[in-house]
Nanobody
Framework: QVQLVESGGGLVQAGGSLRLSCAAS????????MGWYRQAPGTTQRELVA????????KYADSVKGRFTISRDNAKNTVALEMNSLKPEDTFVYYC?????????????WGQGTQVTVSS
């Protein structure tokens, strides 16, 4: 099994910053992609915020480009999301996701979610 543990959410004023962290543990061969998604309360759809491959390639949602930065430590199996210039519309539950290679197959795992609230 693979566990993803997130930390770093909270309440911040507009214009402020937060850093989210996620650590993966368990038995797996490698992690192909690690990323962050967000989901509004009462909805089922999660939208991509940013992801990063094991080779360091990144992808960002247009709404966060220039404000958020994703980074990854492959040796520690961790991923972080530095969020700057936060806006009230960034208020969501943020989920860490990892695409993991296990016994030659690829699986998706999700963290438990961490609330980010940006006040105006």
């Amino acid at each position: 099994q693979v566990q993803l543990v997130e930390s770093g959410g909270g309440l911040v004023q507009a214009g402020g910053s937060l850093r989210l962290s996620c650590a993966a543990s368990g038995s797996f061969s490698s992690i192909v992609v690690m990323g962050w998604y967000r989901q509004a309360p009462g909805t089922t759809q999660r939208e991509l915020v940013a992801h990063i491959t094991s080779g360091g390639r990144t992808k960002y949602a247009d709404s966060v480009k220039g404000r958020f930065t994703i980074s990854r430590d492959n040796a520690k199996n961790t991923v972080a999301l530095e969020m700057n210039s936060l806006k009230p519309e960034d208020t969501f539950v943020y989920y860490c996701k990892a695409d993991v290679i296990l016994a030659g197959l690829q699986y998706q795992y999700w963290g438990q979610g961490t609330q980010v609230t940006v006040s105006s």
